[in-house]
């Protein structure tokens, strides 16, 4: 069992998977101190699907989040043109949420296990042919100018980074993306991922 850490949380409407990249807009009081902390002590935050509610919190409402999310480190920043702070993060591992609040800042924060298994740096696991158009319709998929613009680091002969990136990539529901990044066993990931596939090539 691993220890229980305490970690900020931003939630957000997208669901981010282990090496994938996400480009924000910082704009909020509570998030420029928590990106400004994060880039002083080279630490990161958990991003993590929003169940209900807005990005943005208005008064009287609420924010629910889904219990799992990726650990995110941000990898460049830049003032934007119109002025805001945009930031670069870069997903490295997943984790399960025990318990979370709301800090007297404002930022959620969350009582979290990493797991084990499903995080950058683990091994290899070499591609059999079976998935060979999977990994070719990967490869289209980076080819798009909004994919390209990403930078994405992909070893295309990994499972683990195959069951990732489509899982970020292919035009499935946000609740769906959610599902895949629950799932721990990267088999059982793709093989969910194929059948997906597989529909979305039927309804088209």
């Known amino acids: 069992m691993t220890e229980t850490q305490q970690i900020p949380l931003f939630p957000l ?13 910082i704009f909020e009081r509570r998030y420029i101190d928590l990106v400004t902390h994060c880039m002083r002590t080279s630490s990161g935050f ?22 799992t999310g990726t650990y995110s480190n941000i990898i460049d920043w830049d003032q934007l043109e119109n002025g805001l702070l945009g930031i ?4 490295s591992a ?22 084990e298994t499903d995080n950058v740096g683990r091994e290899t696991i070499p591609l059999d042919d079976q998935y060979t158009a999977l990994a070719d319709l990967l490869q289209n998929l980076e080819s798009h100018p ?22 970020e990539l292919i035009p499935i529901e946000i609740e769906q993306k959610q599902q895949l990044l629950e799932i721990d066993d990267p088999w059982e990931r793709i093989q969910t991922i194929e059948q997906l596939v597989s529909d979305l090539a039927n309804d088209a």
């Open 46 to 67: 958990g991003i993590c699907l929003l169940k209900e509610g807005e990005e943005v919190i208005q008064e009287g409402t609420n924010q629910t989040i889904h219990r």
């Open 94 to 115: 997943k984790f399960s949420i025990e318990d979370c609040w709301q800090s007297d800042s404002g930022v959620l924060q969350g009582s979290v296990q990493f797991n």
């Open 146 to 167: 909004l994919v390209e613009q990403k930078k994405l680091i992909i070893d295309y002969n990994n499972l683990w980074d195959l069951g990732w990136r489509l899982s």
């Open 88 to 91: 670069t993060v870069e997903g």
């Open 13 to 25: 409407r997208v669901v981010m998977f282990p090496r994938g990249r996400l480009n924000l807009q």
